[in-house]
């Protein structure tokens, strides 16, 4: 192979394809990438050639890309940054928007009541986010698109499946490792900048041995 190539497989496909079907709007593209490459270099081909990945499979709509803007924005962040508010990290388990209370969140294992609700606004991730945005990590935006994910009618299986979906992509989450990159390098990136946010990581599975390019921006 060359330095780096797409690895699709039926497996793969299907369980993006699932996702796209709940309501999921993150792009998620997988490479093997030559080993001789430098763990840094890896993820900045990765985070290249998901961009690419994206203008070649755009009919509808021209995406740009200033690959001089991508250059060195790179920067290690940890896997609690790269996850956000809406998951704890320490319980491993993910915190959602209410099904019934739709305005208040929850643990995805405990009951919609009054007593159960949680303020991530207390969260230190929440709270050392400067950006003005709506989303902030990659829980956020896999569970909280403009229009809505919904696996069942129960915040329990949203979020089980939120939790198996991690485990198929990443298998170990104190393993991975993770950069994140500018999202002023195209223009992809620009109608989540209105409110909704924008996500644009790179992630390396050791275990799977494969680099993970995740690119998301939405708007209603």
Same mark, same amino acid.
């Given at each position: ?16 394809? #699932? ?38 499979? @755009? ?68 709270? @050392? ?37 991690? #485990? ?17 390098? @195209? ?34």
């Amino acid at each position: 192979m060359g330095n780096i190539e797409l690895f699709e497989n039926k497996e793969l496909i299907n369980k993006l394809n #699932e996702f796209d079907n709940f309501g999921g709007i993150i792009d998620i593209k997988i490479f093997k990438v030559d080993k001789s490459i430098s763990k840094y270099n890896s993820h900045f081909l990765t985070a290249k050639n998901s961009i690419l990945e994206l203008q070649n499979n @755009s009919p509808y709509f021209k995406i740009d890309f200033d690959e001089n803007k991508l250059t060195g924005s790179g920067r290690k962040i940890s896997v609690q940054e790269f996850l956000g508010p809406w998951f704890d990290f320490e319980l491993k388990k993910p915190i959602l928007r209410g099904f019934r209370y739709l305005n208040n969140m929850f643990y995805f294992d405990m009951e919609e009541t009054d007593k159960n609700i949680i303020n991530i606004r207390d969260s230190e991730l929440f709270k @050392s986010d400067t950006s003005e945005l709506l989303t902030i990590g990659f829980a956020q935006a896999f569970l909280n698109p403009v229009h809505g994910f919904r696996v069942s009618n129960s915040i329990y299986e949203t979020g089980k499946y939120f939790i198996d979906f991690c #485990e198929f992509l990443f298998s170990d989450l104190n393993k991975i490792e993770i950069f994140k990159w500018s999202t002023d390098c @195209s223009n992809y990136f620009d109608d989540g900048k209105e409110f909704w946010g924008t996500l644009f990581c790179t992630v390396y599975n050791p275990k799977k041995d494969y680099y993970i390019g995740i690119t998301a921006s939405d708007t209603d």
